[in-house]
């Protein structure tokens, strides 16, 4: 991989057009800013071959449900023009391969299948076309997926905005702006919104353990952005609400569920059976392409399991726990749509019955 150093956003503007995905058509070169860097070292690296993408996906160098999807549509561009073979049928069976390789990198975001399926689509409609044509239908799809992000993050916060009030408090957990995203993200779009638009808003962001999306990278964007943002332990948020410092709760999703549950960073279920405590509204926001109507219910959503590693030994130089201790790490869990106040999309937001509000968005 080739790696190159890039300047820190050091302003609103700034933040909300990092490139965290890159695609250099000139030298049709494909570059992801290396999040798990963040936010100490800003540095690109040249994605090349499905071994080094597969690589940036698992290692999280590249993450947040729709960047993923937006950085794989532009993988599978990348390995579209590596495939030389002249024979169609060839074509697309070496592009389905590496379409189910990117796939298999991560299993609980749907946006990954979801923009792969595009692409591939695209391919098929395109088959019978010169190579260079072909490959510029590819080309075209990818920066669509990415463009209409960048709207569609827009939307949903516009949406958010309007449910939060001058002076608020809001609670967040993981990481769901510019760079989980484009632009300016899901959850966390609201915050930059209103501090474009001169609008207190004050943010608790849990640090999001065992990987620290919330410290490293929602509180290095919200702080670099001038948004009011205090960092917490993932156990301090009962304290928050109880102490009335937030009116609602913010989280990004990874796939949304035909009836509302919602899979999202590990940790997001235990804070929306908090604020229930508290009576605090908890909302989900994220685009159409994280929901998934075959998808009956949280049950059926795959939870990724991730190295032990990464809770006993990533942030220290010497390791937390003993080598023999055991260790569960999932990456993700499943809120129950009962605990949610509202889903917001680019389409507007649903409210309850979701097998209800969900599915009009799609008719
Ligand atoms: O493991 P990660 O860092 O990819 O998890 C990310 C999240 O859970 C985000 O909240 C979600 O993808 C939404 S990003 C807009």
Known sequence: MKERSVPMPTSLKAVTHAQNIRYDKAAEALYIIDQSLLPNEERELRLQSVEEMVEAIQALRVRGAPAIGICAAYCLYVLARSISTPDPAAFQSQLKAYAAQLNASRPTAVNLSWALREMEHTAAAHLGDPRPALLEALYQKAVD???????????????????????GGVLTHCNAGPLATSRYGTAQGPFLLAAERGMHIRVFADETRPLLQGARLTSYELHRAGVDV????????????????????????????ANGDTANKIGTSGVSILAKHYGIPVYVLGPTSTIDLNCPSGDHIPIELRDPEEIKALWYEKPMALPGVKCYNPSFDVTDHALIAGIVTE??????????SLAALFR
């Open 347 to 356: 389409k507007g937001i649903c409210r309850p019955p979701y097998t209800e």
């Open 145 to 167: 997926i990415h463009e209409d992000d960048i709207a569609k993050c827009r939307a949903i916060s516009e949406y958010g905005l309007s449910l939060l009030q001058e002076g």
């Open 230 to 257: 205090t960092l917490i332990c993932d156990n301090m948020a009962s304290m928050v609400m109880k102490n009335g410092w937030v009116q609602a709760c913010f989280v990004g999703c990874d796939r949304v569920a």
